[in-house]
């Protein structure tokens, strides 16, 4: 099946693979060949795809928000950002991020937003730090 990763400036990638995982925010898509057509929202996390060439899946980036639309065996997703990487200069803010959104969490919802939103940051944030660093 093909994967092309687009934003509103230009195509990131487009090549064959093997499968493909991304989260919606209805939960996690594990995508391979045949799957039925589907057009759901990306939730902001890391994509992980697999082609012949590299059999063990890696975090490949991190997409920001989208959506993902799945038809004839090509699977499209249309991001706002996408990330590949994170300056060594940039992981101390996220980490601190993540230790205010804890305590975000562990308060539960207030006038900044629900838990739902807080935990989905929270993913995003991690999802960074899984990334190479730059």
């Known amino acids: 099946m093909k994967l092309e ?26 995508i391979l060949p045949d799957h039925l057509p589907l057009i759901a929202e990306l939730a902001p996390s890391v994509v992980v795809y697999s082609t012949s060439d590299s059999m063990q899946k890696q975090p490949k980036m991190v997409v920001e928000a989208g959506f993902v639309h799945i038809e004839d065996g090509l ?10 990487s994170l300056p060594l200069s940039e992981q101390e803010k996220v980490r601190s991020e993540l230790a205010e959104l804890g305590v975000k969490i562990s308060d539960g919802a207030s006038a900044e937003g629900t838990i739902a939103q807080f935990i989905q940051r929270r993913n995003y944030l991690e999802s960074l730090l899984a990334l190479p660093s730059a």
Do not use: K, P
């Open 75 to 84: 699977v499209t997703l249309l991001t706002s950002g996408v990330q590949e």
């Open 5 to 30: 990763i687009v934003t509103e400036t230009a195509t990131l990638f487009s090549g064959q693979v093997d499968q493909v995982t991304l989260s919606s925010i209805r939960g996690e898509l594990c």
